[in-house]
């Protein structure tokens, strides 16, 4: 008894894997695309928050 | 621009920095106790409510949710004022959020001892706590969303979305998890049954760990790291890539829970994959915590806050190392079930959340009463009592979990098993001693801590609302030319709905697939429902928390196969609400102690309860003699019968009227057959329920017709 015979039933199973896949890998390159662009000095001011002396 | 002068609360900070220290030593002792009665069972002192069962739920829900709970509060509370540049959105959300956390681990503690438990590892506690926690998480989310919009600072920095992550997750795993159908006041059973009740307890399971034990740590870590070594943290860049990566990969990767159970293979394989990948970003973060240290070393030498830092995030490092190869098949095939999984954990639980628990106390708690801390020494020395604790907990686990996991697979020339089951365990009794050692030492560095902070606290003055000041923000018009990132970092909400979705993502695509398939599984013909008196044995079985030592879940490997029984098929349990597969085999695998193979008589069920040293010499299972006194309450029967009814389980209609009749000719009979083995025990006692269940348990597959081998 193995479940993945079960599962070949499920109409659409396929379609959702190849989605999540899509968005999240879109959403990654973005990001990744986003921070290596960005200067290491527009980083700076906000790794600093939590220096502020009057913290 | 005018400034503004605003203040932030610090007693709300305070408070739950003294819970964190007080459940913290309640929640090290308890486990404390619970690990010396596995060698030494009579520690139980043969009370229900101090027995291992209901006290390992106590110690694992104490140390998680008192102990790192409120300390995540107290560090949360205590840097969100100060990167928001304001004060908490309302000081009574803060203290309902306060006492509302406090009554709920109050609750918990005392329904866990009565073995009031929903029976899923670190979800044990009832439903209306379920909904008490829901509300005060709501509280929660309110004060701090409610701060993040009123903030006097552009950007929102790294931390707090760790913070927004771990609300929005934690909401999620909660809900999802504690769906249960109430049968009485403090009584209810999951909503799930089986393989898909095991999916969704070890999606929660797994991220509860991810959401609650690591992420609101991480942000910690990024704001007073940077603190302590004043020093920004080493990659801004960095932070936002483990952020995104970390909270997407970590909701898939419950399933590695349950490699070679009855689970579907493909969410087994999503569930190795997923964790593999997790490396990266955990590693990411290690580095870039432990690289925020670069030249600032020598401060690790004189500050204690860095000392137990350092050593927290190696022990990240360390379990998010160990995670991954844990997920891997062939090395879960030795680990599971056995203690290294314990040692794993604790390496996170002491290591990671214990250490960065102790070094924001020692760097809040000086700055709040204007002081510095009493004694660095004494802090030193919890230090290193806390690290070598560590060490002398978790080696010798790490070594009794290989060496039982060995021998249960070993087999001699001739075919057969090479050693019994308790041989396995009475061998690495010795690991068990060392192991409390350890936890000794790290229980008392723990105390040390507790008489300096007591000490630091004597020799300052609190300063209940500190002052600040900062000019309040200013809606800007254009956002041309940024990135979207950098827009979302500036919205809360955005952020909020952005992290739901994609942890929401991982849960979606695991648990619609097996909740259809439910539909699609023809169930075993040979599956029946329980038998009434089956089913009060089975709540008795669960009330116990015999799960948390008895696997019901033989995987396909040749050693269990001969030792238990053919290997477990998902249409078993499919009338289990809740599931019952466990996570550890302390003592024997138990999905089939009923079935013709391992079959005992009831008198021996009887007399092992009583005493189980009497039946199994050696063993470590403590005495369960209330069992064999209290009277079973057949009063819920009905409204058992009527929940079970309700979750689709096919009892005739009508039938709750009449369960306690067949309940009653079915104890009848057991207690039949135990005076034939001179053992007079009137018929309605709960030891007689037990025994019903027990001897249940893999009855149904045998009459399963076996399959037919065709040659070709």
Known sequence: MKFINYLEKVSGVDFMGLLSLTICFMFFAGMLIWVLKTKKSDFKEVSQMPLDQSN | MQVEKFYYDNKIVRAFGLATILFGVVGMLAGLWAAIQIYYPAASLNLAATTFGRLR???????????????????????????????????????????????????????????????????????????????????????????????????????????????????????????????????????????????VQWWYGHNAVAFFLTTPVLGLMYYFLPKAANRPVYSYRLSIIHFWALIFIYIWAGPHHLLYTALPDWAQSLGVVFSIM?????????????????????????????????????????????????????????????????????????????????????????????TTLYSKKLATNHFWLGTIGIIIYAVPLYWAGFEQSIMWKQFTPEGQLKFDFMQTVTNIKPMYWARSIGGTLYLTGALIMVYNIWKTIAKGRFIPNEEAEAAPLVKETSHKKEYWHRVIERKPVTMLVLSLIVVAIGGLVQMIPTFLVKSNVPTLASVKPYTPLELQGRDIYIREGCYLCHSQMIRPFRDEVARYGDYSKAGEFVYDHPFQWGSKRTGPDLAREGSDKNRRPDSWHYNHMYDPTSTSPGSIMPRYIWLLKNKLDTSSTPAKIRAMRTLGVPYPKGYDQIANADLMKQANQIAASLKKDQIETAPNKEIIALIAYLQRLGRDIQAEPKPVAINK
């Open chain 2, 278 to 370: 997790l490396i990266a970003p955990s590693w990411g973060g290690m580095l870039n915590g432990l690289f925020t240290l670069r030249g600032a070393w020598d401060k690790v030498r004189e500050d204690p806050v860095l000392k137990f830092m350092v050593v927290a995030i190696t022990c990240y490092g360390m379990s998010t190392f160990e995670g991954p190869m844990l997920s891997l098949k062939n090395v879960n095939a030795i680990s599971h079930f056995s203690d290294w999984t314990i040692a794993h954990v604790h390496i996170g639980g002491l290591g990671w959340n214990g250490f960065l628990a102790f070094a924001i106390l020692y760097y809040m708690i000086p700055k709040m009463w204007g």
């Open chain 2, 57 to 199: 739920p106590l110690h694992t829900n104490a140390i998680i949710f008192a102990f790192v709970g409120n300390a995540s509060f107290a560090g949360i509370y205590y840097s969100l004022q100060r990167l928001c540049k304001a004060r908490m959105y309302s000081d009574k959300l803060s203290w309902v959020h306060f006492w509302g956390w406090q009554a709920i681990i109050a609750a918990a503690a005392i329904t866990l001892l009565m073995g009031k438990t929903t029976g899923k590892e670190y979800a044990e506690l009832e439903w209306p706590i379920d909904i008490a926690i829901t509300l005060v998480w709501v509280v929660f989310g309110i004060n701090m969303f409610g701060t993040i919009l009123k903030r006097r600072e552009k950007h929102l920095y790294v931390a707090i979305w760790f913070y927004i992550a771990t609300w929005v997750t934690v909401a999620m795993l909660h809900i999802v998890n504690s769906i249960e159908i109430p049968v009485s006041a403090l009584k209810s059973y999951s909503w799930y049954a089986g393989v898909q009740d095991a999916l």
